[in-house]
């Protein structure tokens, strides 16, 4: 089955870097690759994601990037900002049925 | 308004205790999650229900029951748990399962602890 790991379990940045989170996947099959937020106390909450059939999407500070062949995809926080801390998993799935694995999670923690 | 509403927020039970876990989703979804989130461990899933069926049951212990009354309510039946089993149970939805890719829409969940 599906496993997918992450990298690194937290990361601490100054307020106005950037932050990058690594994660791979052994399932060559998988094609939905979503990454959730969750605050402390809070839901996790989708904030992107991206389908096997593209290698990069952006959505405003936020983007993550997909290599299929070397199976690793990555998220990636622009100027970050304190209300970027928050616990982030990234996920895989097959597109054809929604059994999403989420990897172990990073703990990001944005020092102002 | 999350869309998906679970209740109770905050449970303790002891081990010889029966209670249930409710969630109520307003998105008009097919499918329904439950998951398990425990500290320093991946999410869990636990359960996944289409339409009112049962299509995963991922290895869980009987002590844990689902029930799917229809495609906007789901249940979590615990019985005779172990301390073990104390962890955030987070209920979600989603368009369907065959739909590509469809996002996971979680609720706030139930903090449960066994004593």
């Known amino acids: 089955g599906e496993n997918v790991e992450q990298h690194p379990s937290t990361l601490s940045v100054q307020e106005g870097d950037s932050a990058v989170i690594k994660c791979t996947y052994s399932d060559s099959a998988s094609n939905y690759f979503p990454w959730y937020k969750q605050e402390l106390g809070k839901r996790p909450q989708l904030i992107i994601d991206i389908r096997s059939n593209v290698g990069e999407k952006k959505d405003q500070r936020i983007a993550v990037t997909l290599n299929k062949t070397a199976k690793h995809f990555s998220l990636h926080i622009t100027e970050t900002q304190p209300e970027d801390s928050a616990v982030y998993f990234c996920a895989a799935s097959k597109t054809s049925y929604d059994k999403v694995i989420f990897g172990p999670g990073t703990s990001l923690s944005v020092i102002p | 308004e999350t869309g998906v509403t679970q209740t109770p927020r905050h449970l303790v039970m002891g081990m010889t205790n029966k209670k249930s876990l409710k969630c109520e989703q307003h998105?008009?979804?097919?499918?329904m999650y439950w998951y398990k989130q425990s500290a320093k461990k991946p999410l869990e899933l636990m359960f996944v229900?289409?339409?009112?069926?049962?299509?995963e049951n991922n290895s869980v212990p009987s002590r844990f029951s689902p029930e799917c009354p229809n495609s906007s309510h789901l249940f979590l039946h615990l019985h005779t748990l172990q301390p073990e089993d104390s962890a955030l149970y987070l209920c979600a939805s989603s368009q369907d399962i065959y739909t590509g890719g469809s996002p996971l829409h979680f609720g706030n969940g139930t903090r449960l602890t066994v004593t």
């Open positions: 998105l008009g979804h097919n499918a």
């Open positions: 229900y289409s339409l009112e069926e049962r299509v």
